[in-house]
């Protein structure tokens, strides 16, 4: 299973670079968001909830999460473009693993989602965010996007493959990933939101990993919190994948 993930991981990341303007998209626009949301709500640090940091210090985490969760939620476009030009059944008939060539795609994914994080962060910084976790903090919050990026393309895969149309997938990812990201503390401490949004961002992945990141970089972490709520997103993100791999048979099966 190993060499067919390393041969599927390969074509995916070949493919990618083939698009410099989808490479481009994917990160101008983490850009875009930290730094329109960055001066829009840059006055939001007044409110309780916030302690003494800068907004810009407390949205980079949230805008690494955010990039991930919505450049993951687009992941499964890509299988259904094979379903529609033959290539996934002349993949379902060679010998690869169904588990190889899920992970194969969602590596690429990840790696695409590890240049993002970085991305953020050097805007963030540059932009005056500063950090007193130092390199463990950063580690735990690129581990974290990576996992929220390999949940909810595991997610989209699935929707591809049973949904197989463009159209449907697009609706659902959008369905799923804005309420995710309302819902959580990714641009505002759920403390100061209604009651309801603060019990819903309870049972959020995308606000576990933002918890998690932002206590692991913070000057005093807290690391129950952060093993906590990253076990949380581990066990989501293989319950997911597990879930995923199984479209593959359901798929398998109607063809």
Known sequence: MIAHTGLVFGRWTR???????????????????????????QGVVRLPGFGDSSYIAFLTPGIVMMTALMTSGWSGTSFVQDMERGVMDRM???????GGLMAGQLLSNATTTLIQTILVFAIGIAAG???????????????ASMLVG???GSL???VALLTRQQEALIGISQFVSLPLTFMSSIMIDPTVAPHWVNVAARYNPVDWATIAARQALA???????????????????LIVGW?????????????
């Open 15 to 41: 493919a990618s670079y083939r698009q410099p303007a989808l490479i481009a998209f994917t990160l101008v626009q983490p850009a875009i968001w930290l730094l329109l949301f960055g001066q829009l709500f």
């Open 92 to 98: 379902l008939a060679s010998p690869v693993s169904r």
């Open 129 to 143: 965010a500063r950090y007193d976790g130092g390199i463990l903090g950063y580690l735990v919050t690129i581990v």
């Open 150 to 152: 390999t949940a909810f």
């Open 156 to 158: 989209s895969n699935a």
């Open 219 to 237: 000057a005093d972490p807290n690391w129950s919190s952060v093993g906590r709520h990253s076990l949380y997103l581990l066990a989501f993100t």
């Open 243 to 255: 879930l995923s791999t199984r479209a593959f048979r359901t798929y398998q099966r109607s063809v």
